[in-house]
């Protein structure tokens, strides 16, 4: 805060100046100084004093000088230009088609949907392309089919299908014919070994299940205790089995891996690239030819082979294993519900049920024992002949396969097939135009609007230039009423100061003054020139589901109801912050406050305000009055424009103490909208500021004795004048 120094009740700004202008005899011009300065305030004056009694309503009085609070509030700048609404969407549809029209599906102002038909003409000839249309394909298609006769899609498709039925057949019983000349694997017996564990374990839960019948209830939870616990060793043994069989798996995979690298490389084998597990069918043909031809290459790929067939065993352990497993998982679920279960007392059928079970266990785990002594003496020579001839026999089935399947794709001349396909595709392609055609006799929404327009009826020709239309812009129009937007012409001086995303506010006469929030979305940057005047495009969209009713000025002070229903709105978010602040700044008590006030300076009463869904809407067409909020200045000192004083360079406020002297305060000013003025330095909030008597007046009415409040007021709404008015933008 700047020095003051005392001058009676008022303390002015210590500043420097030269003191010999008002010395005798010092300085030539302290004469006529004096004089120009006593008939500036003299003129000022009566200026003043004509303009307050040519302008001021009859009977009403000046307003006599205020003191009010600064408080911490928000300062709007905005610009003002005009807007017409427009639907966000808006659509102009025609017959592409000549006829008459045979249905019209929509009345004016009908809501439809996209893809909804509005209307459709009475089109036989285009009914009879698209048959003709039709035809022409089918017999197009037919003549392809003859020059494919033996060769078609299907003929092809089944003697695709035969050759891989003889090929996995093929592979799986040469498979099965080297397994059984191999012998029994580990993998397999421990695999039937896995099967005997489970058969116990199966045999053992049902003959606790079918003690626990014979027992009472304590008894029956110990048997179902003993059959868990035996349970879960049979699921330890399963998972015991698993792991040893993952672990001979990987033994496994890493023995055929390293033959496959002791047999690379080989152009003719895939492994010899990325090694692969287990080795691919036409990869293992690969190898026993190798085999065979004793070449010295013959011994490792022997190795491949067996290391292959040993991995593939170990694998089906490893998944029989992993089943096992889940076998015993399944037991030990059972095992716990019998544990859960034998508290209660067994019925009849419950104990004839478990003696089947106990039979049904035994017998498989006879049956268990028996696979695994098989698996153990391995095949008989007779089986392992059947299997050598099962082998053979799939050979000589892979090879006819083979030839049916290369004299089906033998089929026609490939030059003829191939025109005639072409043939086929145009006869597509008319008939594809023909349905659009077909299409052109109809109007079809392409999204969900309102009928704004309707120029056909039944009965009448349309489309294609016809009489009924050569003065109708179109048959029918679609627009969206609910969703708009508002087209703006912003000047050349305001277009750098808007910006996509800025809000503000339109004003709709026609509609009682309802103010509804804006959003900036789009700006041009094409200049457009009328009578001289540069303007730019814009583009608004208008939030409809927010309306603000503001009565004209003079209508008296905002009630407490009136000022909650702006707190209260505002702070549901169906006010924008900038809106209410626009709104309070025409006078009423603050947005926020509930309570009634005194209008600022520079009002002549408040709003009347409604906030929700409002009961009437823009409608496209309609001219609005448009206010861009450019600049905000939030949580700032507020102070009345017409406290802002100025004298030379210097700006002050007159604030009163709480001993009620007076004292003239430097202040730093920013943002003004012409009735309230943002103070960044040398006041604190809650300082009673003196607004002039003057000052009081000029804002009152919204005009001084110069535009802006006050003499040579500065740009509109602002002031910034010597005399009274309040600081400019």
């Known amino acids: 805060m700047s020095e003051t120094i005392a001058t009676g009740e008022a303390r002015l700004p210590a500043t420097e100046f030269d003191e010999s202008w008002f010395e005798q005899g010092t300085n030539p011009w302290r004469g006529r100084g004096i004089a120009a300065a006593v008939a500036v305030i003299v003129v000022a004056a009566a200026s003043l004093a004509a303009w307050n009694w040519l302008f001021r309503d009859d009977g009403e009085a000046a307003i006599a000088e205020q003191i009010v609070a600064a408080t911490l509030g928000t300062v709007t700048d905005s610009i003002e230009t005009s807007g017409t609404v427009a639907s966000q969407s808006e659509t102009s549809l025609s017959f592409g088609a000549s006829g008459k029209v045979e249905s019209v599906n929509v009345t004016l102002g009908q809501q439809v949907k996209a893809g909804d038909v509005l209307a ?31 060769a078609d899609t299907a003929a092809l498709a089944s003697a695709d299908e035969g050759y891989q039925r003889a090929l996995a057949t093929y592979e799986t019983t040469v498979q099965d014919s080297e397994d059984l000349r191999d012998g029994p694997t580990s993998a397999d017996i421990a695999a039937a070994q896995q099967k005997v564990v489970d058969a116990d374990a199966a045999l053992a839960k049902a003959q606790a299940a079918r003690q626990a019948l014979d027992t009472q209830a304590e008894d029956a939870v110990d048997a179902a205790e003993v059959a868990l616990e035996k349970a879960e ?5 399963a998972d015991q089995a698993d792991d040893d069989a993952a672990d001979a798996l990987a033994v496994a995979e890493a023995q055929l891996e390293g033959a496959e690298a002791a047999y690379c490389p080989d152009p003719e084998v895939s492994f010899c690239g990325p090694s692969s597990t287990p080795v691919s069918a036409p990869d293992q043909a690969t190898l026993r030819t190798a085999v065979s031809s004793a070449g010295p290459k013959a011994a490792l790929a022997s190795d491949v082979l067996d290391a292959n067939t040993t991995h593939q065993q170990r694998l089906t352990a490893k998944s029989a294993a992993a089943d096992a497993v889940d076998a015993a998982e399944d037991a030990l679920d059972d095992a716990e519900q019998a544990v859960n279960d034998a508290g209660e007392g ?6 004839k049920s478990a003696d089947a079970a106990v039979s049904a266990a035994r017998l498989g785990l006879a049956q268990a024992n028996d ?53 086929v595709e145009l006869a597509q392609m008319s008939l594809e135009e023909a349905l659009r055609g077909m299409e052109d006799a109809q109007l079809i929404a392409p999204f969900d609007g309102t009928v704004a327009e309707l120029n056909i009826k039944a009965g009448h020709d349309a489309g294609g230039g016809s009489a009924a239309t050569a003065e109708t812009a179109a048959d029918i129009v679609l627009n969206t009423p609910d969703a708009l937007r508002i087209d703006l012409a912003i000047s050349e001086e305001d277009l750098a100061s808007v910006e996509v995303g800025q809000t503000g506010t339109a004003t709709f006469d026609q509609l009682d003054g309802a103010v509804y929030p804006i959003t900036i979305e789009e700006i041009g940057s094409s200049p457009t020139t009328t009578q001289g005047v540069v303007t730019y495009e814009a583009v608004g969209s208008i939030d409809l589901t927010a309306q603000v009713i503001v009565a004209p000025r003079g209508t008296g002070a905002l009630t407490g109801d009136r000022a909650s229903a702006i707190a209260t709105a505002q702070a549901s978010g169906g006010l924008p912050d900038d809106v209410a602040t626009a709104i309070a700044g025409r006078g009423g008590s603050a947005p926020g406050t509930g309570a009634p006030s005194s209008p600022p300076s520079g009002t002549a009463g408040g709003p009347v305000v409604a906030t929700g869904e409002p009961s009437a809407r823009p409608a496209p067409g309609m001219s609005a009055t448009v ?53 960044l330095s040398g006041l604190e909030e809650g300082r009673q500021v003196v607004v002039p008597a003057a000052a009081a007046t000029a804002n009152t009415t919204g005009t001084g004795a110069f535009p802006g409040g006050g003499f040579q007021g500065g740009s509109a709404g602002g002031g910034g004048g010597t005399f009274f008015g309040g600081p400019g933008d």
Do not use: M
Request: net charge negative; glycine share 6%.
């Open 627 to 679: 206010a861009i909020t450019v600049e905000v200045a939030a949580d700032v000192i507020v102070v009345p424009a017409g406290a802002v004083q100025q004298e030379g360079p210097q700006q002050f406020v007159e604030v009163v103490g709480d001993d009620g002297v007076r004292e003239r305060v430097a202040v730093q000013t920013g943002l003004s909208d012409g009735t309230r003025t943002a103070i």
């Open 120 to 150: 459709s003409l009475d089109a036989p000839d285009l009914e009879d392309a698209v048959r003709r249309a039709e035809i022409s394909l089918i017999s197009a298609q037919l003549q392809l089919n003859d020059l494919l006769e033996g």
């Open 233 to 237: 060793t049979a699921l330890d043994r």
């Open 346 to 351: 067994p019925t009849a059928a419950e104990i």
């Open 371 to 423: 696979d695994l002594a098989d698996v153990k003496d391995g095949a008989s020579p007779e089986e392992i002949r059947a299997a050598e001839l099962d082998a053979a026999s799939a050979s000589a089935s892979l090879l006819s396969a083979e030839a049916n399947r290369d004299e089906a794709y033998a089929g026609a001349d490939a030059d003829d097939v191939t025109n005639q396909r072409n043939q």
